[in-house]
């Protein structure tokens, strides 16, 4: 099928949805699944109508200009107004070509966020405390909801680690280029003689799965309970609260200990062990869609540095696109937009580049 062939299809289909959902004759899931199929569609519709609108006009500007029966004047008009419609041409048909991208199933989704600590002991603590406070403020200039689930600490103000339930509009979208290793190059506060160390986070964005997404069977479950402890060993309470979690077909374990309830500890494990299973399953289908292509969405290698930030230099730079920025405090403060917009513009490139 031609591009023209599938841009008429999907008008010839938007305008079939709307006349269904008119005349009021579907109901129940029928309806809901039109009405959805529907306010999907309306955007791509939009777009594709002013492409074909603005083609169209540009047909009919450049016949009045080679129309030899018209006055000078009028094909002159006619001829400036076929400059112009050109020059808005190339950005419209870019503009139909992304919306006609196949959509990450994923990307409508909440997210659970993994922060570790890396090499680098209490420094990468330090800075992993850093990256949730940045991500922390991140959520709230997009209006997200930030739930902490669980944070392991060290003792001096740095965290071990820290599981993170992200939820809002497009949280997925717009997070999942955070995983990786994000290494930082700054002289610690412990560090007399002002030597700049490097140490390292790891980032991991899960997809939140819901049961349908996920079936996890209770044969395929070990689960253990114990006495919660806190940092050196401390007990945290005198119950058996904690809850680890074991799925045994692929080895995957998660452990959760921050709920005084085993119940909710339980529950907690459970939407964890489900995201990871979940985006492993992601990672898996689009490794043999891009034939293991790296760089493809949810095939990242996550060993990879991703991110570093550069605190004498007040730099921050991302490897994958080759952008720096040289503003660390805004950033450390939560702007990490322009990273954002960046990556989700550069995938969208690689993924227009493999469709021509």
């Given at each position: ?261 085993q119940h909710k500890n339980k529950a907690k494990a459970l939407k964890v062990l489900r995201a990871r299973l979940y985006e492993a399953e992601r990672e898996k289908l689009a490794n043999e869609r891009a034939g293991m292509r790296k760089g493809q969405v949810g095939s990242g290698d996550r060993s990879e540095r991703i991110r570093t930030y550069n605190f004498p230099q007040g730099r921050v730079t991302d490897h994958r696109i080759n952008v720096t920025l040289y503003k660390i405090d805004e950033v450390m403060n939560g702007h990490v937009e322009e990273f954002v917009d960046a990556l989700i513009a550069d995938d969208q490139a ?7």
């Amino acid at each position: 099928m031609s591009f023209e062939d599938t841009l008429d299809t999907l008008v010839r289909r938007h305008d079939e949805l709307r006349d269904k959902l008119g005349q009021g004759t579907i109901t129940g899931a029928e309806f809901v699944k039109a009405s959805k199929e529907y306010a999907d569609l309306t955007p791509l519709v939009e777009v594709i109508n002013k492409y074909t609108g603005t083609k169209q006009a540009l047909k009919d500007a450049t016949a009045m200009m080679l129309d030899a029966t018209l006055d000078q004047e009028m094909r002159s008009m006619a001829e400036e107004e076929m400059h112009e419609l050109q020059h808005q041409m190339p950005d419209l048909t870019k503009q139909v070509q992304l919306a006609l991208l196949p959509k990450d199933a994923a990307d409508e989704k909440n997210a659970i966020m993994e922060i570790r600590a890396g090499t680098g002991g209490d420094e990468a603590a330090l800075f992993a405390a850093d990256l949730f406070r940045m991500y922390q403020k991140y959520a709230q200039l997009q209006n997200w909801k930030f739930e902490v689930m669980s944070i392991s600490e060290n003792g001096i103000g740095g965290y071990k680690d820290a599981s993170i339930e992200i939820t809002g509009k497009g949280v997925f979208a717009k997070l999942k280029f955070e995983s990786g290793v994000h290494r930082v190059q700054r002289v610690p506060t412990t560090e007399t003689q002002g030597r700049i160390h490097t140490s390292a986070a790891t980032i991991a964005v899960l997809p939140e799965a819901e049961e349908v997404d996920i079936v996890i069977e209770d044969k395929d479950l070990r689960i253990d309970v114990f006495r919660s402890s806190g940092p050196g060993g401390q007990s945290v309470n005198t119950t058996d609260s904690a809850v680890r979690i074991v799925h045994l077909p692929t080895g995957v374990t998660v452990q959760q200990q921050d709920e005084k309830s085993q119940h909710k500890n339980k529950a907690k494990a459970l939407k964890v062990l489900r995201a990871r299973l979940y985006e492993a399953e992601r990672e898996k289908l689009a490794n043999e869609r891009a034939g293991m292509r790296k760089g493809q969405v949810g095939s990242g290698d996550r060993s990879e540095r991703i991110r570093t930030y550069n605190f004498p230099q007040g730099r921050v730079t991302d490897h994958r696109i080759n952008v720096t920025l040289y503003k660390i405090d805004e950033v450390m403060n939560g702007h990490v937009e322009e990273f954002v917009d960046a990556l989700i513009a550069d995938d969208q490139a690689k993924q227009l580049a493999e469709l021509n």
